[in-house]
């Protein structure tokens, strides 16, 4: 069938295009999609840092309604609204133990380009174009995805708000929510607040954390995170922030995160916890990245740990944020701005530029 898709042929841009998809096989969906976020890791692919062969399509933050599905698809049939999240196999260890941000295949289903017996499902004429990015390349008005990273929801809610659930809420949120776990009346601080980093901090609050810390370079986005429940901001900048943080905390907090990826920040954070604090690192380092650290600070009973994707198990943790979400609890929607697909370049330049915290773009014939 024909489809429309945002295409990235050379790095840092998009163009859109008219592609050729196949049919779904085995236990693939074909979704057409309502509207997909942008996520960081959306723009580390478009820029190449992340490689993706190119012409390749991204996109791992969609919303859509299932039209046609695979001979071998089970639970899933046309007319179902989805959210599509990250792909994983379901049979490897920490698939079965109920881990699937941990599949020992991740990787490779995360960053597939074709079939897994090497077919293409994308075509520009000829040309075979990379998709398959975190099962559903989903920056397009269709997608092929896989039933397993496809979670039904119910057909009332407005899809398009739902979009970042996928990815960037689900990471933040699962980090303290499923990962940190914080007792009520504990202290937390997040490091970066972009929509991982805003989406911490709003479940830190619906869990009862009453010392909530926000620390970000940018006034506007300190001031988002005043309003989505921080209790304290911290500009970061000439003064260390963790030095800043204990100014406000003595001691320490009870939890961290890191949100950057930075390298100083993820030190930071670390030394923002007491000797006893729990410091989660949910930020991706550039490749190659090392971390500087004050050794001393191992000294203690810290806990340094990273997650993916807030360990969420996404058919059990998503529907668990919707109803949050539903209950005034997570607002997320604060932290989107829509654009039309012919738009998506000025999403990115709105993204890195830090105007738009969660760009959605949403898809031409997303009110059909
Ligand atoms: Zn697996
Ligand atoms: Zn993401």
Known sequence: MDIQAAVVREPGRFTIEHLELDAPQGDEVLVRVIATGL????????????????????????VGVVQRVGPRVEHLIPGDHVILSFASCGHCASCQSGQPAYCQYA???????????????HHAGSQAVSAGFFGQSSLASHALVHERNAVRVPKHLPLVDLA???CGVQTGAGGVLNVLKPQAGSSLVVHGLGAVGLSAIMAAKTVGCTRILA?????????????????????????????????????????AIDAT????????????????????????APP??????????????RTIRSSIEGDSVPAVFIPRLIELHRAGLLPFDRLCRHYPLDAINDA?????????????????????
């Open 215 to 255: 620390v970000d370079l940018h006034a506007s986005r300190l001031d988002l995170a005043a309003e989505l429940g921080a209790t304290a901001l911290i500009q970061a900048g000439d003064t260390p922030s963790d030095a800043q943080v204990h100014a406000q905390v003595p001691g320490g907090v009870d939890f």
């Open 39 to 62: 996520c960081h890791t959306d723009i580390v692919a478009l820029d190449q840092h992340l490689p993706y062969p190119l012409p390749g399509i991204l996109g791992h933050e969609g």
């Open 288 to 301: 190659g990245a090392s971390l500087k650290l004050n050794a001393a600070l191992l000294l203690g009973g």
């Open 164 to 166: 970042p659930l996928a």
């Open 107 to 121: 990787r490779q289903l995360n960053l597939a380009t074709r079939r897994a017996d090497g077919s293409c499902t």
């Open 348 to 368: 990115i330049a709105d993204c890195k530029s830090g105007r738009t915290v969660k760009p959605i773009i949403v898809m031409p014939d997303a009110h059909a």
């Open 261 to 284: 990826g930075v390298p100083a920040v993820m030190g930071a954070a670390i030394a923002s916890t007491h000797r006893t604090g729990t410091t989660l690192m949910l930020g991706m």
